[in-house]
């Protein structure tokens, strides 16, 4: 019995040194949200820019989590990317990679505005298969950015 309660005692012991949710939060990873308007008439060829430049940042970017863009219901032209970075130089990184300075260059008179938003994260939940669930969802919707989903991204 003694044994039982001195295992019980050190698995307490060590949750209580171990997780603290307060410092479970912080982390260097950046967050950041992006605020696009696009030209109207430009939407489809931005889409296709973006699509590119996500692309190659996910396939060449270790430091580059993620990646959620969703446009407004009411206005397609409002675009709001969710942005995951391991942290601040490999976003520093990113935005000096061929890849990135083409997609700039490329939707430089298609981006009406653009607003970039530093963020901490809150909190984070997801579904088990929730990535498994979005590509299968993509694959069916490539290039259909509406696709609503919560901001509360699951890495």
């Known amino acids: 019995m003694n044994s039982k309660i001195s295992v019980a005692s050190i698995l307490l012991f060590l949750l209580m040194f171990t997780y603290n ?3 479970a939060q912080k982390s260097n990873t950046m967050y ?3 605020k696009i308007k696009v030209d109207s008439t430009q939407l489809d060829q931005y889409k296709l820019a973006l699509h590119e430049q996500m692309n190659a940042a996910m396939k060449l970017e270790p430091g580059v989590l993620s990646y959620t863009a969703v446009s407004n219901k009411n206005d ?3 675009i709001t990317i969710f942005e995951v970075y391991a942290n601040l130089d490999a976003y520093q990184s990113h935005i ?3 890849h990135f300075k083409k997609y ?3 939707v430089k008179d298609m981006v009406l505005s653009l607003e970039l938003i530093d963020t901490d994260l809150v909190v984070r939940a997801k579904k088990t ?3 498994k669930r979005l590509a299968n969802l ?3 919707q490539p290039f259909n950015f509406r696709i609503v989903t919560h901001l509360i991204i699951a890495l």
């Open 104 to 106: 700039k260059e490329t």
């Open 21 to 23: 949710p307060l410092t």
């Open 96 to 98: 000096l990679t061929a």
């Open 138 to 140: 993509q694959e069916v």
């Open 32 to 34: 950041r949200i992006a």
């Open 76 to 78: 397609a032209t409002i």
């Open 129 to 131: 298969n929730y990535y």
